[in-house]
């Protein structure tokens, strides 16, 4: 667990600060839909990895520092969304298309697909999770499957309906998609340099779908940035 915690921070360290910083920048000083929802779908992540580090890593001393970031997370997204949501959100093209439903629908199942089948074989083995170590429970399970995968499902139902909450929740889902594709090449790099033998079918499962799915997401985020406008309602 130890060289995944390592990379994970990595990555937020290298790529997400300076991406949450050039984002806020750019919010400062333009101020619309788009710096907003951006910025807003970067704090999600740092509302993930809050989320994981601060319940799921074991106690240390920078325990109060992951508190203290958990607590500026969630409160900065919800400042972020409910922001969002005074906005009239539409877009110049067809966001939602045959082949984004498909996409959001592969990504709701890839999170069951990755982590389900080895708390089934646990159970079927009447033993605990393969790799967990020293750890009661494995939180990204539970995260990926009681949130993210739910959300995915959730986002399509509102982009079916041209709601403000679908354009919100897919640029949530697809920012954070890019970021989680180089966090699990980050993970498996500091695995391979700590020695640690990845079998082949979990780099497949576990890492080669999440980069797919980051490449595939992309796209979308760079067709959804540049057509989506909106107003504060009222205005």
Known sequence: MAPIFRGTDFTILFFAVPLLIISLIIDVKYNTLRTKLFITAIIALFLYYSTSISIGVIYNVLHLVYIALFSCSLFAFITGFSLLRNYSIKSSVKIYTNWLKIFLILCGLSLITAWLPDIMVSFINKKSLGLIEVYTTQITYVLDMAIISPMMFICMHNLSKQSNLGYILLGIILNTLVLV???????????????????????????????????????YEIKLFRNIKGSPNGT
């Open 181 to 219: 594709g180089i966090l699990v090449i980050s993970q498996t790099i500091f695995q391979s340099i700590a020695g640690i033998e990845i079998p082949i079918d979990a780099k497949i499962t576990k890492t080669g779908i999440f980069v797919l799915l980051a490449l595939i997401a992309i796209y």
